[in-house]
């Protein structure tokens, strides 16, 4: 068995899942709660930097991050099946990037939150962070809402992300995204994956 470490509200985690599902690996995979930030924990002895996602291989070494594992999971299941062949590859590529960075600046405010006392928030950085996901949104807005034929790493990223911030920023999003919203009830349609991953606090 390969074994997630992962958290039930991590987006990258998340990502994973949905990608195994779509690989049909789902019953390869044995997922393990994460507690990153105790140091008891034995995800720092799998990923040095202590961060989910990491995949404990059946040899025993760990992949790690969500990039790596979703590629090495398409591999496992014969290739070029959430990553196109040719230059359409990197199109794919830069999807999937533009969506971990929504996900690492939602992330961040988050973060910003929960570690530190109200009175050391600091705005400004908050700001920069919600900035980098409002231009990231617009962009899909305007580029990636057309549903396509064949899903791709890229597509599964962007909806992981929306379901981020559906979860921690009550979708406010949906307010000023019109094709997102009608994008992401398509993708919702046609992977099951997605609603069965789905976490609510």
Known sequence: MLVLRSSPASPFGRKVKIAASLLGLTDRL????????SPEDSIRQQNPLGKIPALVLEN?????DSRVIVEYLDFLAGGGR?????????TALREQALSDGIMDAALLQVYEGRFRPEERHEPKWVDH??????????YAEAHLSTPAADLHIGHVALACALGYLDLRFA???????????????????RVPAFAKTKVTA
Do not use: N
Request: proline share 4%; no cysteine.
């Open 30 to 37: 044995q997922i393990v709660a994460t507690d990153t930030m």
């Open 60 to 64: 025993g070494e760990a992949l790690y």
């Open 82 to 90: 959430l990553f196109p062949a040719g230059e359409a590859r990197f």
């Open 129 to 138: 962070q919600a900035g980098k996901v409002e231009r990231g949104l617009a």
């Open 171 to 189: 979708g406010r999003w949906r307010e000023t995204h019109p094709k997102l919203v009608a994008w992401l009830a398509d993708f919702e349609a």
